[in-house]
């Protein structure tokens, strides 16, 4: 540290990387000594001059919050935040049935905090108009008389409830069990964020907003979307394993194409946002697999005629839903295009070559690879050369992306 800095003190108080022109005194402030300080021991002139600094620290920290709130946006995390009440038992209801869905249960029956009551908010069946009361105690989850209750936990607020029964009246087995709880969690840190942000604009809206009030929540908030990202990234986990216990994977087969498709972006020199959208994308290539019955996939004999229709739609079906999970959004292009194949032989365009955006050349490419080189039911694992040797012979592969491919096997 400087020595004339030391000499006016800055030492003492330079904490905040928010110091106003480099006066300490703003840190003063922060400690709410200011009225001591400018009655006490400093003139007139500096004590005008700290009014000033106060009143530009008060704007500066209502432009930080509402720079946090564009930030963070409905769009950015479940599309359950951005209704009415006359929308709201239809959007639940719809969650609640693709839930149904993922895990493959009776019914799935979602509840929310109203008026101190947990009152059912949308279903799976037409069973509606219940309230609810489940003591947790601190427990992840209960299981009773058939059903198990998830809690939309935040810090120790609950905020909702998802209560799953069984089609055979046995706890979820610990896969979906994982993902419902990731969702809850996913739900509740959202439900907190959005209180926030009301509290966010009614105080950047005040003239008269407490600095303090201000720091406060700055940092609460900051925590929060903090905390959100790393839900949304274990949802995302969470959600593949689901998808590859489903399609009867021995390994996880998404996780490794996820693994592999970054490590292509890597090599070849692509930047921190596009690489993490395409590993995203690469977790999520078989989303519409997590909608389907396991029983599909686990019958070596033919399928129906309905059944194989399914099949070959659940790339559809995983694009619909990813567009209901909105900070997902915008890994759909690279999903939606991974089956296009670069020689135009693919689906469901036809695109060609460069015409297919790189996220799904590089998807594509490494979703087949790690299939290759993995055992399946029905089949032994290829060995690595091999299975380049059939990629790098094939036109339906982008050769760039090969050549990337195989230089990163060869590490």
Same mark, same amino acid.
């Given at each position: ?20 022109? !480099? ?6 402030? @922060? ?10 021991? %400093?003139?007139?002139? #500096? &004590? ?37 009440? =006359?929308?709201?038992? &239809?959007? /639940?209801?719809?969650? @609640? ?6 895990? *493959?249960?009776?019914?799935?029956? %979602? ?17 509606? !108009? ?12 209960? /299981? ?6 998830? +809690? ?28 419902? #709880? ?40 900051? @925590? #929060? ?72 996939? @686990? =019958? ?15 790339? $559809? ?15 759909? +292009? /690279? %999903? $939606?295009?991974?089956? *296009? ?6 689906? +469901?365009? !036809? ?6 955006? #790189? ?5 594509? &490419? ?22 380049? *040797? ?11 992306? %090969? ?9």
């Amino acid at each position: 540290m400087k020595n004339d800095e030391v000499k006016n003190g800055v030492s003492l108080f330079s904490q905040s990387e928010y110091l106003m022109e !480099g006066d300490p005194l703003e840190e003063i402030f @922060a400690l709410n000594l200011g009225d001591f300080i400018s009655e006490h021991l %400093i003139s007139k002139d #500096l &004590a005008e001059k700290i009014s000033s600094s106060s009143k530009d620290k008060a704007k500066r920290l209502k432009d930080q919050l509402k720079e946090l709130i564009s930030i963070y946006s409905s769009k950015n995390t479940l599309c359950v935040l951005s209704f009415n009440e =006359t929308e709201e038992h &239809a959007i /639940y209801t719809s969650i @609640a049935k693709t839930v149904k869905q993922m895990v *493959e249960v009776e019914c799935c029956r %979602i509840y929310m905090q109203k008026d101190n009551q947990m009152m059912l908010v949308g279903a799976s069946d037409e069973n509606l !108009g219940h309230e609810l009361s489940v003591d947790f105690s601190g427990k992840d989850y209960v /299981y009773e008389d058939c059903v198990t209750y998830v +809690p939309m936990r935040a810090a120790s607020h609950i905020y909702g409830i998802i209560a799953l029964q069984t089609v055979d009246n046995n706890p979820l087995n610990e896969e979906y069990l994982t993902l419902v #709880l990731s969702i809850a969690r996913l739900f509740a840190t959202s439900i907190k964020i959005q209180a926030q942000v009301d509290e966010v604009n009614r105080l950047t809206e005040d003239e008269n907003a407490n600095v303090a009030d201000m720091q406060h929540l700055r940092a609460e908030l900051t @925590a #929060l979307i903090g905390d959100l990202c790393d839900y949304q990234q274990n949802f995302v986990e969470e959600l593949a394993k689901a998808v590859d216990m489903k399609g009867q994977y021995k390994v996880s087969h998404s996780q490794n194409t996820a693994n592999l498709a970054r490590q292509i972006c890597k090599q070849l020199g692509l930047n921190e946002k596009t690489t993490d959208l395409i590993y995203y994308a690469g977790m999520l290539q078989n989303i519409g697999k997590i909608t389907l019955p396991e029983r599909i996939f @686990a =019958t070596s004999g033919k399928l129906s005629p309905d059944e194989l229709k399914k099949v070959q739609e659940h790339i $559809n079906t995983g694009v619909n839903l990813l567009m209901n999970i909105n900070f997902l959004s915008e890994v759909v +292009p /690279y %999903i $939606n295009y991974q089956t *296009e194949r670069y020689d135009g032989s693919g689906k +469901p365009e !036809g695109l060609k070559g460069q015409s297919i955006p #790189l996220g799904s050349r590089i998807i594509a &490419a490494a979703d087949a690879f790690s299939a290759m080189t993995s055992d399946r039911p029905y089949r032994k694992a290829m060995e690595v050369s091999q299975a380049l *040797e059939i990629m790098q012979s094939d036109s339906k592969w982008d050769p760039v992306v %090969i050549e990337a491919l195989r230089q990163v096997t060869a590490k």
